[in-house]
């Protein structure tokens, strides 16, 4: 703290005016930085938003330390920031005085810009005619999906996991779509099915006696190239 006087004369008389000024030891502090939304697709903003004391000057920098921003001393108490990364990113807000400093991390996770299947399979793929199996998938960042067969939908759904059992009649391809505002991603599975193999097989006659002769017929039908 100090104290500072002012005299002024005019050779006859005198006048002196005081004034003390204190000089503040706060700590610069965050009160608050956060972003919203913290989760984007590609393309999509976020914004972030800060609260500060005792601050004298600040900066907002990414995890690359990239200078984002450098804040002016009317943005240093509260603020915000309109943000548009194109990949997940951490930014850091560091302020300042002569006696501290302080900074706090928020991050945005950036999606991809289309939907992401893990998994979209048959638990078998090779079936006798009148089997059944199942389709498995998984995807993510996806909003909505289709399921067809052959180009005929079998289910619209908005799980981002699941399982259909589909008894095909004959050899065909079940196409998985996944749609979210970004765009499509799809992948087919092909389940052959053929007509089990019988086999017609006699001995005429059945019944001889020690050294007599026999004929054997047999007959294949079904599928035998499987």
């Known amino acids: 703290t100090s104290n500072y006087s002012l005299v002024a004369s005019d050779g006859t008389n005198t006048t002196q005016a005081s004034v003390t000024l204190e000089v503040s030891r706060e700590d610069a502090v965050i009160n608050a930085f956060t972003a919203m939304p913290t989760t984007i697709a590609l393309g999509g903003s976020s914004q972030l938003t800060w609260e ?3 601050a004298t000057s600040g900066r907002i920098v990414d995890d690359s330390g990239q200078l984002v921003v450098t ?3 009317e943005d240093l108490a ?3 920031l309109e943000v548009t990364p194109e990949s997940s990113v951490r930014y850091q807000l560091l302020v300042e005085n002569p006696n501290s400093e302080d900074a706090k991390e928020v991050g945005i996770e950036v999606l991809n ?4 299947i893990m998994l979209f399979a048959a638990l078998g793929t090779s079936l006798t005619t009148g089997a059944s199996t199942q389709l498995r998938w998984q995807v993510n960042n996806t909003e909505s999906l289709v399921i067809s067969q052959d180009g005929n939908v079998l289910l619209d759904s908005v ?3 699941g399982s259909l059992e589909v ?5 065909s391809t079940y196409t998985l779509t996944a749609t979210n505002q970004q765009g499509t991603s799809s992948q087919d599975v092909i389940i052959e099915v053929f007509d089990p193999l019988v086999i017609d097989f006699e ?3 059945e019944a001889v006696i020690p050294g007599a002769q026999t004929t054997l017929t ?9």
């Open 159 to 161: 799980d981002a996991s």
């Open 52 to 54: 500060t004391s005792w």
């Open 71 to 73: 804040l002016d001393l």
């Open 78 to 80: 509260s603020g915000t």
């Open 167 to 171: 008894t095909p009649s004959e050899t």
């Open 218 to 226: 047999w007959a294949i039908s079904g599928d035998t190239t499987n």
């Open 113 to 116: 810009a289309e939907p992401q």
């Open 203 to 205: 001995a005429m006659p």
